[in-house]
């Protein structure tokens, strides 16, 4: 009975020492002076927000031109398509507000997406050169934060 207590005691202290680890830093438990945080590796289309320009669009129009155009149009087209498919009048009616509903809708975004202002972001890359890109939105984009530049448009990393 002994002997299989000590087998067993010695198979569970073996397969505990197969856990441990000689890594000081194992776990999180300080910084020894063995390990430093690494450096971000090597990228070609990365870099550092430097600035960010807000660039108004000049363009402006009264307020509510987009959604009285939009609805116009929708309601014509949606009176158009209940008529050619045959609905009856109280259809051709829904249909008309349905589609002077979506079409201001449609026209009230078109019109913000024209006049919103842009913004330049400059970019330190990472081999040294600056580069500028306008977009319309920043995304969570701020100065000094690391950034990758990926089809004309600068994103977090």
């Known amino acids: 009975m002994k ?3 000590l087998c067993v005691a010695a198979i569970g202290t073996l397969a505990l020492a197969g856990c441990s680890t000689t ?15 690494s450096a971000p590796t090597a990228c070609a289309d990365c870099g ?11 363009r402006t129009a009264p307020s509510a031109t987009g ?14 398509i209940s008529d050619r498919t045959g609905g009856s009048r109280g259809n051709q009616n829904i249909a008309t507000v349905a589609g002077a509903a979506a079409g201001a ?11 919103d202002d842009t913004y330049n972001i400059h970019v330190r890359m990472d081999d040294g050169r600056t580069v500028v890109i306008n977009q319309r939105d920043l995304g969570g984009i701020r100065e000094n934060t690391y950034v990758r530049v990926v089809n004309g448009r600068v994103v977090l990393r």
């Open 48 to 58: 550092i927000v430097t600035r960010i320009e807000t660039v108004a669009s000049g």
């Open 3 to 5: 002997s299989r207590l």
């Open 23 to 37: 890594s000081p830093n194992y776990g999180g438990y300080g910084n020894y002076g063995t390990s430093y945080p």
């Open 105 to 115: 809708a449609a026209g009230n975004a078109i019109q913000n997406r024209v006049t």
């Open 67 to 80: 959604a009285v155009l939009g609805g116009i149009v929708g309601a014509v087209a949606g009176r158009e």
